[in-house]
């Protein structure tokens, strides 16, 4: 089996939105976002190749405070468009579910309006 | 007797083509790879005698894969078939990394471009040998 590094390409995508040029906040663990922010949680490793690489699809919920929704859908929209700028959307799952709603441990009784975008990312 | 050998899934391996020491390894770019094998085969001929004379079979290989397209990187495999078209190159395909390898010519042929809007879009391989590849040891 191949030496598959999930937790360094999740790093390295959080890294890449949290870079002042994005300035989206990501991580790979909840406990340690507050919005607005992007969470990111691997899915599923697909299209192997031979020379033992592949594609890692994650998961990238774009979370934003539990403001009033109009406000709360115009920071999701710039946080889109961040996001859109760095990765596109896997093409496995390029629907992009804009009902998402996600509760962070540091807030366990609000859920947070959120998007959800599924991204491909090498491994 | 019982086969030698064990059943085992393609990979992890290496493709490359061109010259050793200037090869180009898409391996990491490659979904599927196969060596195919077609045989032609002239009619058999009826003789007086009541038995028949088999005709004469040819056979031609053919290396294909499907590879990941990539952003027309110099130095990239579109840029490697369309610098190379028509050229004849050595290959090897090592379907399992430490097994055998299969080495020969091919003739490139350029790779089409483009493919479904926000998709991730693959090349479909198809270069002919020049004459027969053969199995080879320890190559990999």
Request: charged fraction near 20%.
């Amino acid at each position: 089996m191949a030496g598959y590094d999930v937790r360094g390409a999740c790093l390295a995508l959080a890294a890449r939105l949290s870079d002042p040029a994005v300035g989206l906040p990501a991580g790979i663990d909840p406990q340690e976002l507050s919005p607005p922010c992007a969470w990111i949680t691997p899915r599923e490793i697909r299209d192997p190749t031979l020379g033992a690489a592949a594609t890692l699809v994650v998961w990238v919920y774009l979370i934003t405070g539990n403001v009033d929704p109009a406000d709360a859908m115009g920071r999701l929209d710039d946080q889109l468009d961040g996001l859109l700028e760095v990765v596109d959307p896997a093409d496995s799952d390029d629907v992009i579910d804009l009902a998402a709603s996600v509760i962070l441990p540091a807030n366990p009784t609000t859920p947070l309006p959120a998007y959800r975008v599924a991204v491909d990312l090498d491994l | 007797m019982a086969l030698p050998g064990t059943v085992k899934k393609l990979g992890p391996g290496d493709l490359t083509v061109g010259a050793v020491g200037s090869a180009l390894d898409f391996s990491g770019r490659c979904t599927s790879a196969q060596l195919t094998w077609k045989v032609d085969q002239s009619d058999d001929t009826p003789v007086l005698d009541g038995t028949t004379l088999a005709g004469d079979r040819t056979y031609t290989a053919t290396l294909e894969a499907s590879v990941v397209q990539a952003d027309l990187t110099v130095g990239d495999l579109i840029d490697y078939s369309w610098a190379n078209k028509g050229t004849s190159v050595p290959f090897t395909f090592t379907p399992y990394t430490g097994g055998r390898s299969i080495t020969g010519t091919l003739i490139v042929d350029p790779l089409d471009v483009g493919g479904d809007v926000k998709k991730t879009n693959k090349h479909d391989i198809k270069w002919s040998c020049v004459g027969e590849p053969t199995l080879v040891d320890n190559l990999a």
